[in-house]
């Protein structure tokens, strides 16, 4: 009889312990994802930021040569 009421102390046990496995597991599940979400998250940042830089750079450089002709039209000089 004390072996029965042992197996029936024990069931509710095994069945939190696994309970608290299956949480552990979903956690760390959820917890994986979130890093990748943020590391995808941050290498975009990245890619983004340096694309914005390079396409500064060719503006500006637009920019200039677009004032320098503006400058040579405007003293009258030829363009070629």
Request: proline residues 1%.
């Amino acid at each position: 009889m004390l072996s029965v009421k042992m197996a029936g102390q024990e069931d509710p046990v095994q069945r939190e312990i696994h309970q608290d496995w299956a949480n552990r597991e979903y956690i760390e599940v959820i917890t994986s994802s979130i890093k990748k979400i943020a590391d995808f998250l941050n290498s975009f940042d990245m890619s983004c930021r340096s694309r914005l830089a390079t396409l500064n750079e060719k503006l500006t450089a637009l920019e200039r040569r677009i004032e320098y002709i503006e400058a040579r039209v405007t003293k009258g000089e030829t363009l070629t």
